[in-house]
């Protein structure tokens, strides 16, 4: 594997990255239809704006420009790991914790919420629409250190939003989520944020969009949303088409940062490299948080995200280095949690894209795939070494 690896790193093909001119043009063409409305919103909020990006620079970290999102199943613990390796300051979001969870596995809490103290900066990702169980669950985290909780108000999923009530269900009611807010940011000393789609089913009009952002800030002490600048469909579409058939409204997106001067706006949806991260941040964006590219192609993705965004250098680790302390993590972690807890193909899943449409991806997934058949057969005596290692 280790001449794989040479092979991948010098085969680098060139990036290409896209950028959100076509979004500007139609961003402006709409914010000058908004221009004039929502003053009121100005005047409500009070006259000095607040520099909220600034507070995280007074603290320990930088702010949160770049975000890797929130991801049921993917931005787990290895994951994480994997990333923070790649970027140092990269804000990185659990997964969706859901707050019942939390109150049930009090016993138990380890497993849900320790992470290593490098993953700092790192938000934790609640869900859920019972007060009570939220604030406990806040309550709980607090111990964990996160630097910041977060609400799930966007996930379509029929669990979530359906039978769960919550995800993106809780955009209809704006009062809840500003007493949720209240309930969370009581029982912790982080900030609180809340992560919303533009809207929902039909309530998808601009001014839906800030009567819920305006009941949530105005009741609640939130100052920062994360905005999925699509909508959710509730019915008819699975999570999946729910993250690509709605259209991307980025212009929703830049009227908010016009029409609430006070509030720290995130945009996500769509962004997919840092040429477009950096597009966004000079047109105003606060934050850029990107999900499935980081994912599915980690590396050129995340490894400009320290000197592009933040004018820092990178950590400058090749993918071998990266892959070596990648292992040390693997070992240190396989079994923790009892007998395949977590499993190696858990610990190995994240690796999978780490040479994500280079020459060489095919060899390297086989290769991959092999080691972990080879692991389940003789689970006690292969650890992620072998893998590592495999000629
Ligand atoms: C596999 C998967 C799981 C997701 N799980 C969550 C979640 O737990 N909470 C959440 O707020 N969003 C979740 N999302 C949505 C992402 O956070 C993000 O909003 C969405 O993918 C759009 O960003 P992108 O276009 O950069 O991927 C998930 C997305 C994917 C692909």
């Not at 380890?110 to 290593?116: G, V």
């Not at 910041?148 to 209809?172: D, I, Q, T, W, Y």
């Not at 499993?343 to 997934?365: A, C, D, T, Y």
Request: net charge positive.
């Amino acid at each position: 594997m280790k001449s794989t690896v040479y092979n991948l790193l010098s085969a680098l093909a060139p990036l290409h990255y896209d950028n959100l001119t076509y979004c500007h043009k139609q961003s402006l063409k709409i914010l000058n239809r908004f221009s004039g409305q929502h003053k009121r919103f100005h005047s409500l909020m009070g006259k000095d704006p607040v520099h909220l990006e600034k507070r995280m620079v007074d603290g320990q970290y930088l702010p949160p420009w770049f975000s890797v999102a929130p991801m049921m199943d993917w931005t787990d613990n290895h994951y994480r790991t994997l990333a923070r390796l790649i970027s140092k300051h990269a804000w990185l979001y659990t997964e969706m914790v859901v707050a019942e969870t939390i109150v049930h596995q009090r016993n138990n809490l380890d497993r849900f919420l320790a992470f290593s103290p490098e993953q700092h900066p790192i938000v934790l990702q609640l869900g859920g629409s019972n007060l009570e169980n939220l604030a406990k669950a806040a309550e709980f985290a607090n111990a964990y250190s996160f630097d910041e909780l977060n609400l799930n108000c966007g996930c379509p999923s029929g669990k979530v939003a359906g039978h769960g009530c919550f995800g993106a269900r809780l955009m209809f009611d704006p009062k809840f989520v500003a007493d949720a807010m209240s309930a969370i940011a009581a029982n912790c000393s982080v900030p609180v944020s809340v992560k919303c789609r533009i809207g929902v089913d039909d309530h998808d009009s601009y001014n839906e969009l800030c009567d819920f952002v305006y009941a949530i800030v105005s009741n609640s002490p939130t100052r920062h949303f994360i905005v999925h600048a699509r909508k959710a469909l509730l019915s008819g579409l699975s999570p999946a088409e729910n993250r690509k058939v709605p259209p991307l409204k980025y212009e929703y997106y830049f009227a908010l940062l016009r029409d609430f001067p006070e509030v720290q706006f995130t945009i996500n949806g769509g962004i997919t490299g840092i040429d477009q991260v950096n597009a966004a941040r000079r047109q105003g964006a606060h934050g850029v948080m990107v999900g499935r590219a980081a994912y599915n192609n980690p590396w050129s993705t995340l490894r400009h995200v320290d000197s592009a965004v933040y004018g820092i250098p990178t950590s400058s680790l090749s993918r071998r280095q990266i892959l070596e302390k990648y292992q040390m993590y693997g070992d240190s972690v396989l079994g923790k949690y009892g007998p395949g807890k977590p499993s190696i193909r858990q610990l190995v899943k994240p690796l999978l894209n780490l040479f994500h449409s280079e020459p060489g991806n095919g060899l390297w997934k086989r290769k991959a795939d092999a080691a972990l058949r080879r692991c389940k057969a003789r689970f006690i005596i292969c650890n992620i070494q072998s893998l590592v290692h495999v000629q």
